[in-house]
């Protein structure tokens, strides 16, 4: 369990509400921006102050009640949208990318991302790369053993979610160890991949803080999964850029949902052993067959609830989550798979 950076704000999440527009430190500014259809509920977007505008770390989904409280967050800061000078996209999510192409078109900003996920960015939200996309989810599905009853509605179960985002290209790609360049700010990009291919997060080390995305999160752990733009072992990629991150000595993680936290370090081991007890779970399914599928292995696992009782997008979510960890758990010689029309797993 880690500490609250402040304890209002934890308790606005515990309650279900929506937390203040506060300010964290001089100049830093934390606005809780809606997101729709999603428990996650906001998604929190800091704005730091420059000597001629702001620089905003995400920007939320594309919608008018998140850009209205944008908006107005800003304005109890003292600023308009106008004032936005650079948006700095942690990763590609629509909760977090959705909003910043149209906040560049009303205020000139540039708009930072990494390249990993600026690769994915066609495939995904325009129209052109999105049979593909579709296509190639079915398949991993079809792989994974999804009965054929249930392939078609968890093959495009995403797709709604584009709706709520503008395509925008960055302006400029944010590499690890990056510097920013914002006026007062002693701002360094780490790439850390396994949620999405090219999520950052920022370290302010004069300020002592970490701006963390989705990568590190005070109680739910973000969903690491196999999917047609992950890449080949994104469960490897996550447990190293938390090792990465871990190192960082800040005094207060401000991640993009939940609420702010103190503990880096503690919350990274607990997160990593969340999934080495995981992997033994999975390990220990597949042991108790004879040739299990990842569907088979998923609906076999403890969920937060019934499974009966999960939606399709979040099966979907729970089938590819598992099949990132069979495919470390192959990676390190404790499984095997027999590739097929489902692949079959079996212990090494
Ligand atoms: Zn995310
Ligand atoms: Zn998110």
Redesign the pocket.
Known sequence: MVTAANEAQRAAWRSGGFPEVERVRPGLWSIPVPIPINPLRYVLVYALELPDGVAIVDAGWDTDEAYGALAAGLGTAGYEVTDVKAVLVT?I?P??YGLAGRIREVSGAWIGLHPADSRLLRDRYDEAGIDDLVARERLLLVRSGVPSSLLDELAGASMMLRHYVTMARPDRLIEDGDLLGLPGWDLRAVWTPG??PGHVCFVEQERRLLFS??HVLPRIT?IVAVHPQSAPNPLADYLEALAAVRKFDVDEVLPAHEYRFLELADRVDHVIAHHEERLAEIEAVVGAGDGVTCWDAATGLRWARPWETIPPFMRRGANNETLAHLVWLEARGRLRRVAGEPDLWFPA
């Open positions: 990763h999510h909760d977090h949620h999405s995305g989705d973000p």
